[in-house]
C-alpha cells in the first residue's frame, strides 16, 4: 500500500492531452515539493518533474506538474507513442522523514 | 555526462546477504547524497534509505533499519548497499539514485538497476 494515491491506469490518443492525479496528506506532498518520475518498459526511473512543476533540461515542455494542497497532478499535452510508460509520484514525508512514492499509474497510447 | 553504473544481478539463497555497487563519474561525488530504492516484479518503488557521501550519515527506512548497511568510498566514487538475511519477498530490482539537497525526493540520475533474485 503506497503513501501517496494514484489512479493505476490511464489512456489517451496520440495528440490527445492527459493528466494524473496523485493525492497524499499534509506530511508529504500538503508541506513539501513534489517530484514526478517516467519508467519506460525494462528501464529504470527517470527524473520528470522537480519542486512540483520544474523540468530538468531535457524534458519537453509537453510535460508539466502542478499542486494544490494535498495533491498534485501530471498533465502530458500532444500525447506521442513513446510516452507509453508508467509514471509515479513522490514527495518528502517529515513523518516518516525520508521519500514517499505513489503506486504508479501506468499510461497507454492507443 | 552524470552517471551511475551498478553491479550486475545476483542471484542469493534465504538468509544470504548481497552488496550491490553504484559507482558516480560526472560530478562531485561528495557534494550529493545517493539514495536507495528498490522495485518488487511488478510493483511500486520502495525507499531503503540514503547515505550522505561527504560525512558518511545515513538515513534507514525504518523496514530496512536492522538489515540495511550503506557506505560510501569517495577515493572510488563508489556507494554501497548491503541488504543481510535476506527473505524471498527482497527478490527485487535495486536502484541507487543521485539525491537532491535537503528533504528533496528529486534523484537524479539512477542507476541501471540490479536484479537480486532469493530462492531457495
Known amino acids: 500500500q503506497s503513501v501517496l494515491t494514484q489512479p493505476p491506469s490511464a489512456s489517451g490518443t496520440p495528440g490527445q492531452r492527459v493528466s494524473f492525479s496523485c493525492s497524499g496528506s499534509?506530511?508529504?506532498?500538503?508541506?513539501?515539493?513534489v517530484s514526478w518520475y517516467q519508467q519506460l518498459p525494462g528501464a529504470a526511473p527517470k527524473l520528470l518533474i522537480y519542486g512540483n512543476n520544474q523540468r530538468p533540461s531535457g524534458v519537453p515542455d509537453r510535460f508539466s506538474g502542478s499542486k494544490s494542497g494535498t495533491s498534485a497532478s501530471l498533465a502530458i499535452s500532444g500525447l506521442q507513442s513513446e510516452d507509453e510508460a508508467e509514471y509515479f509520484c513522490?514527495?518528502?514525508?517529515?513523518?516518516?522523514?525520508?521519500?514517499?512514492f505513489g503506486g504508479g499509474t501506468k499510461l497507454t497510447v492507443l | 555526462q552524470v552517471q551511475l553504473v551498478q553491479s550486475g544481478a545476483e542471484v542469493k539463497k534465504p538468509g544470504a546477504s548481497m552488496k550491490v555497487s553504484c559507482k558516480a563519474s560526472g560530478y562531485t561525488f561528495s557534494r550529493y547524497g545517493i539514495t536507495w530504492v528498490r522495485q518488487a516484479p511488478g510493483q511500486g518503488l520502495e525507499w531503503m534509505g540514503w547515505i550522505s557521501t561527504n560525512s558518511e550519515s545515513t538515513n534507514y527506512a525504518q523496514k530496512f533499519q536492522d538489515r540495511v548497511t550503506m557506505t560510501a568510498d569517495t577515493s572510488t566514487t563508489t556507494a554501497y548497499m548491503e541488504l543481510r538475511n535476506l527473505r524471498s519477498d527482497d527478490t527485487a530490482v535495486y536502484y541507487c539514485?543521485?539525491?537532491?539537497?535537503?528533504?528533496?525526493?528529486?534523484?537524479?540520475?539512477w542507476g541501471q538497476g540490479t536484479l537480486v533474485s532469493v530462492s531457495s
Open positions: 513522490a514527495a518528502w514525508d517529515d513523518g516518516l522523514n525520508g521519500p514517499v
Open positions: 539514485a543521485r539525491k537532491g539537497f535537503g528533504s528533496s525526493s528529486q534523484f537524479d540520475p
Open positions: 499534509s506530511s508529504n506532498i500538503g508541506s513539501k515539493t
